[in-house]
């Protein structure tokens, strides 16, 4: 499966370093709308300096142990916010 790249926001990160919540933007190549969900993370991704709220751009693939980030930084938002 190729990587998908994709943008969010980091909801949260496990304790152990092992999952990423992740507040994603839409992802056509998926067809998903929208939505938070946690995701694996590769041991290579560095996660010492992130922290919950952060937007952030991120890569994953899906793998036999489910969906994984294989690189995840954090990013200027994107997305101007409407309604403030
Ligand atoms: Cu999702």
Request: charged share 20%; net charge negative.
């Amino acid at each position: 499966m190729p990587l998908i790249t994709s943008e969010g926001i980091l909801a949260e990160m496990a304790q152990d370093g092992s999952t990423v919540t992740l507040e994603h933007q839409p992802i056509p190549e998926l067809d998903w709308p929208a939505m938070t969900m946690a995701f694996g993370i590769d041991e290579s991704v560095k996660t010492t300096e992130l922290s919950a709220g952060q937007n952030v751009v991120f890569k994953f693939r899906e793998t036999p142990q489910g969906y994984q980030v294989i690189e995840l930084q954090t990013a200027p938002r994107a997305q101007p916010t409407t309604g403030e």
